[in-house]
């Protein structure tokens, strides 16, 4: 995608091959922020400080941090240590462990010797076929969006937290079908929930939408059902970080509140999302390892002040606990649908594998 004119990806290797650089997502929207990544251990503290995030980005920084390690050390002890470390990063996306797997699987056979070589080809390779995924998902959902438009009105579409082209390696996952649709010049609105804690919304998917030339309103997160109950909203677009093998979506806390709403208000409710975020080994949401993360990102906020200052205040009382649930699991029986870079299918077991028959045997 491009900022400002300019075409960027969210991690790509350095121009010295030396390192991985990536946006440092914690500096957005306010200053665009460019981190070099040296070693493998750098690369999980980006994932685990949520200076990159989203299921795809982080299994490709996972990836790239396992490229790394195998220039570190490519040992088998050496690989094994970095895979440990990373895949402890963070515990819910299903991506991480894919590409950490991934890697293991083309280094394991290899001499040490050629390991590092082979390890950057590798996780090149899977960021590309990433990027590749999240373009095809754009346009197998802007078939929907297209199919929403009656030709009077834009179409609405509320989607939560950022899964867009920040999340993933380029396009993204609930944004791709925006960015492919207004492409094609459908007429198309964002409602933007700011998605607290951190923000996600209201700094990283408004950025990304503002850049892009795409039309869109900041809202507050509970703002979405009086939408839909106005019928402003025509679909609701979200991500995911872990769908299980029965349709189960698990995506940013405050998914579930969405797809509530939006099955009382007969509108369609849609997970977009590669096929390296499903994870055939969980039968259902309930297995889902849903993160807790710090306190301080719900009782303090950082923004921008009036002078143009970057600053950090707390909004609860002090001495008030406060706990910092990351997930939650939305049913498969509220989702419409489910759309993968193969296609659009139902959120049940017999959908997925409709499109992933290789799967049934697995």
């Known amino acids: 995608m491009k900022i400002d004119g300019v075409p960027y990806r969210t991690i790509w290797l350095s121009t010295d091959g030396q390192a991985v650089e990536v946006i440092d997502q914690t500096a957005l929207p306010h200053a665009l922020r460019i981190l070099r990544l040296n070693t493998a251990a750098d690369a999980a503290r980006a994932i685990s400080a949520m200076v990159v995030r989203g299921a795809p980005l982080i299994g490709a920084t996972a990836a790239w941090g396992m490229a790394l390690a195998a220039r570190e050390d490519p040992s088998d002890a050496g690989l094994e240590r970095a895979a440990a470390h990373l895949g402890a990063s963070r515990p819910t996306a299903v991506n991480l462990r894919w590409a950490v797997e991934a890697m293991l699987a083309v280094l394991r056979p290899l001499p040490a010797a050629r390991r590092a070589e082979a390890a950057a080809q590798e996780a090149a390779r899977l960021c ?7 373009a095809a998902i754009g346009v197998h959902g802007a078939a929907l969006i297209a ?18 082209w920040l999340a993933s390696v380029d396009w993204g996952m609930s944004l791709s079908p925006v960015y492919k649709a207004a492409e094609q010049g459908v007429p198309v609105h964002v409602w933007v929930d700011e998605t607290r804690p951190r923000n996600q919304g209201a700094a990283l998917t408004a950025w990304e939408l503002l850049r892009h030339g795409v039309p869109h309103t900041v809202i507050v997160d509970n ?3 009086h939408l839909m ?7 609701c677009i979200v991500g995911s970080d ?11 806390i405050g998914t579930y ?3 509530l709403a939006a099955h009382d208000n007969g509108v369609p409710f849609l997970a977009a999302l590669p096929s390296s975020t499903i994870d055939w080994s969980l039968s ?5 390892p849903i993160e807790e993360r710090a306190a301080d990102e719900v009782t303090h906020v950082t923004g921008l002040t009036d002078a143009g200052e970057t600053g950090r205040v707390r909004v609860t009382p002090q001495g008030s606990p406060a706990a ?13 649908a489910i759309i993968t870079e193969r296609g659009v299918c139902d959120a049940s077991r017999e959908g997925l594998l409709s499109l992933y028959p290789e799967q049934a045997a697995a």
């Open 147 to 164: 199919a929403a438009y009656d030709g009077t009105r834009p179409v609405e579409v509320l989607t939560h937290c950022n899964a867009g």
């Open 229 to 235: 109950q106005q019928g402003r909203v025509d679909l």
């Open 128 to 134: 590309d076929a990433e990027a590749a995924a999240c």
């Open 324 to 336: 910092n649930f990351g997930f939650d699991v939305t049913p498969a029986r509220l989702v419409t």
């Open 257 to 259: 509140l969405k797809a």
């Open 242 to 252: 872990r769908v299980a093998a029965n349709g189960d979506v698990c995506n940013k």
């Open 284 to 288: 259902d949401g309930a297995a889902i």
């Open 223 to 225: 703002a979405g059902g």
